[in-house]
């Protein structure tokens, strides 16, 4: 994957991110600015997402453990946990939140 490529495809993952908590019944905020979305819960804590181009990664801070996910065969995978994406952030939103969250991409 070259440098354009990947900076497609996290731009594309962070702004699938906003739409899918715009949808949400759940209320929570979030701001993104410069490759870097944070989303915000009731309770203060966060869960943030941010572009990390030298590596083509994408790594997300929750509240219990940090993520670095990397493109393979379509799809960001956490090179830790063997999670892919939406998965680890559905589960890391729901225990942040303390309801079940489903984010989704809006097709």
Known sequence: MNDREYDELADATLLAVEEAVEQ????LDYESMGGKLDITFADGSK??????PPLHQLW??????GHHCEWQQGQWIDNRTGLEFWALINDAASKQAGV???LEPIA
């Open 47 to 52: 869960i943030i997402i941010n572009k990390q």
């Open 24 to 27: 949400l019944e759940v209320d």
């Open 100 to 102: 079940a969250i489903q």
């Open 60 to 65: 997300i801070a929750t509240k219990f453990n």
